[in-house]
T-cell receptor, first 117, second 112 residues
Framework: GAGVSQSPSNKVTEKGKDVELRCDPI?????LYWYRQSLGQGLEFLIYFQGNSAPDKSGLPSDRFSAERTGGSVSTLTIQRTQQEDSAVYLC???????????????FGPGTRLTVL | DQQVKQNSPSLSVQEGRISILNCDYT??????FLWYKKYPAEGPTFLIS?????DKNEDGRFTVFLNKSAKHLSLHIVPSQPGDSAVYFC???????????FGAGTQVVVTP
């Protein structure tokens, strides 16, 4: 079955440019998460969408970061005026089956590697 | 503020032996704990979990132990196999939904 997909797989941009990263969650999953992993670090939570509820944006590092989820499915993470410290792998995850909620299991995509020059 | 810590960045173990990975946390509100495995260029995949009402959960070669009073959990892999070579992340959350807090990961290398 189809898992979580992300595009692009790699993105190289210049400092100061805006970038958009896309996530297609598993069909039917109501919860969607964005994390990022900087070099040598663990995953850092960014934002969480659950159905029609207001998103949990508590992990966004600055107001240059924003995300939206259209129609309860596809999500886009936008980083404005990129900085070199934004370089990381950006990972999307989704969950939605009842058993997932029993243990908070989240299914991850392969990530987008962002490099800001 | 790192609420989940994996103090061993790497672990090397011989095939057939036991791998023991450790994880400490500081937030007493955490009630759900998960281990994820990650291969290069892939997203993390769920391995095993435990909730705070238990102190042990077993799934095949993988066992997770939780010591709530010490705020410590560990993952045992017995016997270790070459395909177990990967980065293992410990994660925790206060609820059975919502954001996970991750440790920095432990790179496991299983040698023949």
């Amino acid at each position: 079955g189809a898992g979580v997909s992300q595009s692009p797989s790699n993105k190289v941009t210049e400092k100061g440019k805006d970038v958009e990263l896309r996530c297609d969650p598993i069909s039917g999953h109501t919860a969607l998460y964005w994390y990022r992993q900087s070099l040598g670090q663990g995953l850092e939570f960014l934002i969480y969408f659950q159905g029609n509820s207001a998103p949990d944006k508590s992990g966004l590092p600055s107001d240059r970061f924003s995300a939206e989820r259209t129609g309860g499915s596809v999500s886009t993470l936008t980083i404005q005026r990129t900085q070199q410290e934004d370089s990381a792998v950006y990972l999307c995850a989704s969950s939605g089956k009842e058993r997932d909620y029993l243990r908070n299991e989240q299914f991850f995509g392969p990530g987008t590697r962002l490099t800001v020059l | 503020d790192q609420q989940v810590k994996q103090n061993s960045p790497s672990l090397s173990v011989q095939e057939g032996r036991i791998s023991i990975l450790n994880c400490d946390y500081t937030n007493s509100m955490f009630d759900y704990f998960l281990w994820y495995k990650k291969y290069p260029a892939e997203g993390p995949t769920f391995l095993i979990s435990i909730s705070s009402i238990k102190d042990k959960n077993e799934d095949g070669r993988f066992t997770v132990f939780l010591n709530k009073s010490a705020k410590h959990l560990s993952l045992h892999i017995v016997p270790s196999q070459p395909g177990d070579s990967a980065v293992y992340f410990c994660a925790a959350s206060a609820n059975s939904w919502g954001k996970l807090q991750f440790g920095a990961g432990t790179q496991v290398v299983v040698t023949p």
